[in-house]
Structure formats: C-alpha cells, structure tokens
C-alpha cells in the first residue's frame, strides 16, 4: 500500500522559504517512478508544481520555477520541496503524490500571513 | 492559471449519464492523454483513469474516458449522489515539459 504525508510549517511569512517534506512508504524511488507536489489555493483548481524522477530528473511548473527546488533523499523516502518569496497568494493546501497520480497525501494548507 | 479547459459545472439528474469535456492542445492532451481525477470536499484528489483509460483497483467501471483530437471526455453512467464532486483532468505538455491541469468541473446531481 503506498501512502505519503506531508509535513512543513502551516503559517509562513510573506518574503520567507517554504519547506515542505513529503514522507511516502509503499514505493522506493530508486526505479521507474516520480513524486510530485501539487498545490490548491482555498475554493480553487489544482495546481502542478514540481516533479522528481527516480533518476533525480526534475522538472518544474514554468511559471514558477524561478521560486520552486525539489529533491530527494532516497534513504529516508523523502522529497522535499522549497519555495522561496512566499507572498499571501500562496496561500493553498500543498498535496504530493506519486508519480502516477494513484496516490496522493492529505495535503497540509500552508497560509501566507504577516 | 488552467493549462487545460473544462466547464466550470455541469448538472445531470440521478442516474442519468454525465460526459465531462476538456481541451487542450497537441502538446498535451492530443499526444500525451489525459488522467482523470475526482476530488469530494475537503478530501485529496483521487484518480479515476490514467491516461491510457486505465481504472486503479476499486473504481467502478461506471467511469470511462476517451479522445477525440485535443479533447479528452470522462463518461459516468449512472449518476449516484456520491458522484457528486469536482472533476480534473491532467495532462502532461511535451512543449513546456510540465504537467498541466484543467480548472475542475463541479458536477451536481440532481
């Protein structure tokens, strides 16, 4: 069974780095697949953000790549993603899930607030 | 900003079939496909189809998708109250080397 959670501040300020980490069990990425962060602003449409490959290819939402690292740590089955400047409009719930998309995390709503 | 477009709502009575549209570009959805997702209220997305119209385990076949040129339909036939939901589609665009999304359709039955 393949289950991720995401974890990471819920309440950053605007100008700050946010650091989420996403801790996944039921898949390993050292072959054949993906994690990726999505992102939904309250009352909003999915938004893709970033994704990692088991080969530490990665690719970004072109709108926000300038902001946005992701990485690995294969080790710890983790993925890890940053982004910087964080302004009020980043206010979302920020999911991962596996490459495929069968399986996601329960999200964690990170607010954006001075 | 949706990559994708879909309609904003769509409303069909109980039991009644339901087709969701979403149109892209060649890019994506007419060269790469598109999965389908569901997502209830406060809950995370949930995959329906993949885009070869593949169902995970567990999801009823009253769900199906399929293309025509840029534009990926989901079929759901016989619409129960727990279909009730927001839809999503995705696409990966082979041009911006990025996953896109749809803007969701509510889907309301009455």
């Known amino acids: 069974q393949i289950t991720l959670k995401e974890s990471g501040p819920t309440l950053v300020k605007p100008t700050q780095t946010l650091t989420l980490t996403c801790t996944f069990s039921?898949?390993?990425?050292?072959?054949?697949?993906?994690v990726g962060w999505i992102r939904q602003p309250p009352g909003k449409a999915l938004e893709w953000l970033a994704l990692?490959?088991?080969?530490?290819?990665?690719r970004y939402s072109p709108s926000l790549k300038s902001r946005l690292s992701i990485t690995k740590d294969t080790s710890k089955n983790q993925v890890v993603l940053t982004m910087t400047n964080m302004d009020p409009v980043d206010t979302a719930t920020y999911y991962c899930?596996?490459?495929?998309?069968?399986?996601w995390g329960q999200g964690i709503l990170v607010t954006v607030s001075s | 900003q949706a990559g994708l477009t879909q309609p904003p709502s769509v409303s069909k009575d109980l039991r009644q079939t339901a087709t969701l549209t979403c149109t892209g570009n060649?890019?994506?959805?007419?060269?790469?496909?598109a999965a389908w997702l569901q997502q209830h209220q406060g809950h995370p997305p949930k995959l329906l189809l993949n885009?070869?119209?593949n169902r995970p385990s567990g999801i009823s076949e009253r769900f199906s998708a399929s293309r025509s040129g840029n534009t990926a339909s989901l079929t759901i036939t016989g619409l129960q109250p727990e279909d009730e939901a927001d839809y999503y589609c995705?696409?990966?665009?082979?041009?911006?080397?990025?996953?896109?999304f749809g803007g969701g359709t509510k889907l309301t039955v009455l």
């Open positions: 060649s890019n994506n959805v007419g060269s790469q496909g």
């Open positions: 885009r070869d119209n």
């Open positions: 995705s696409a990966w665009d082979s041009s911006l080397r990025a996953q896109v």
């Open positions: 899930a596996h490459g495929g998309w069968g399986s």
């Open positions: 039921g898949f390993s990425l050292r072959s054949g697949v993906g």
């Open positions: 990692i490959y088991w080969n530490d290819d990665k």
